[in-house]
């Protein structure tokens, strides 16, 4: 495989990711628990029976935490990248913002705090302009 070729986990996470947005698929689940709910009262609503959705839920979900997680992992470095980009080519940005999220916390709340003067002062010039 190439170095810029996408991990099998990737493309796996993509296509799945864009199935399970379908409203097809959601369509699907609502019938299979409409389904689960009405074959209640043949198995006596015994514990058998919860323990099928119960089981089925909890692997869907503890496997659609990381397809979400490495979707989301995805679009955040994406957004970012295309932020750094618009940082780098406006003359009057900062430049040292480009990468701000790899800082630390305490590194975040120094620059979050000089924000907030630069905000106050912008706040107090627009009142004494007016």
């Not at 864009?18 to 959601?26: D, S, T």
């Not at 019938?31 to 909890?58: E, K, R």
């Not at 470095?77 to 480009?98: F, G, H, P, W, Y």
């Amino acid at each position: 495989m190439k170095s810029n070729d996408p991990s099998w986990f990737s493309v796996f996470a993509r296509k799945i990711s864009a199935i399970a947005g379908r409203p097809a698929v959601f369509t699907i689940a609502v019938m299979m628990i409409v389904i689960w709910a009405a074959c209640g009262p043949a198995f006596h609503y015994s514990d058998t029976w919860q323990l099928v959705i119960n089981t089925s839920t909890t692997i869907i979900t503890f496997l659609m935490v990381f397809l979400i997680q490495n979707s989301q992992n995805r679009d955040s470095a994406a957004l970012q990248m295309k932020l750094d980009e618009l940082i780098r080519v406006q003359t009057e940005a900062k430049n040292s913002m480009i990468g701000l999220e790899d800082m630390g916390e305490k590194e975040l709340e120094k620059i979050k705090a000089e924000f907030k003067l630069m905000a106050d002062k912008q706040v107090a010039e627009e009142k004494t302009s007016s």
